[in-house]
Every structure is written in structure tokens, then in C-alpha cells.
């Protein structure tokens, strides 16, 4: 049985296709995903500062119109959360710093 399984094998190997020389596979580093992923500043709804100080600490950190710091507030207001910036950690972090100088709930994702 020995010899069976011998020939049986190297009839296999026979039949094989022929390897090349042996190729390295190089894995290419992968990119930071970071770098790709747009960070986001949530902001909160809270019983303590009124429309009108959500409006005007938007208009400070976002410089954006009246009326999208208004639809800002009002998705906080009726949905508990909206996200207020997105974009770069960097500008991120300068927007949230803004929103937190009057004590607003905020958060930054990834």
C-alpha cells in the first residue's frame, strides 16, 4: 500500500503546473483611515441656554448664516442632538471650543 500511495503521489505532483521562482508578496501600508473619515461636532440639547444663545454661539464658531444656526437649534431642540460641523479634526476642535465657552453639551466623532 506503501508503494501505491508513492506512486499516487508523485503522479499528482507530475501533473502539477510548474511554480515560477518563489514571489514575495509586499503589503502596501495601508492610508489612515483617519484621514478619510470627516470628524463631526454633535451638539445637545439642554434645559439651560435658550434659542437665542444657541443661535449666537453658532453664528461664532460655525460663521454661518442666521438661518442654518436657527435650523441647527431647532434639530437640537426637537431631536435632542444634530451634528453642528463637519470636517477635519482641526476645524472640529476650533468649532467645539466655541460652542463650549458658554457651557453647550458638545461631542467630537470620527
Same mark, same amino acid.
Given at each position: ?20 521562482? *518563489? ?47 436657527? *435650523? ?39
Amino acid at each position: 500500500m506503501t508503494k501505491l500511495l508513492h506512486s499516487v503521489q508523485m503522479q499528482m505532483e507530475e501533473q502539477a503546473p510548474q511554480r515560477g521562482p *518563489e514571489t514575495e508578496v509586499l503589503d502596501l501600508p495601508e492610508e489612515d483611515e483617519a484621514e478619510d473619515t470627516p470628524w463631526r461636532v454633535i451638539l445637545y440639547d439642554d434645559d439651560i441656554h435658550t434659542f437665542e444663545e444657541v443661535i449666537n454661539q453658532l453664528l461664532k464658531a460655525l460663521g454661518c448664516s442666521v438661518e442654518k444656526a436657527e *435650523e441647527i437649534t431647532l434639530k437640537v431642540h426637537n431631536e435632542g442632538k444634530a451634528t453642528a460641523k463637519e470636517g477635519s479634526f482641526e476645524e472640529c476642535l476650533k468649532v467645539n471650543s466655541v460652542l463650549q465657552e458658554i457651557q453647550l453639551v458638545t461631542e467630537i466623532k470620527g
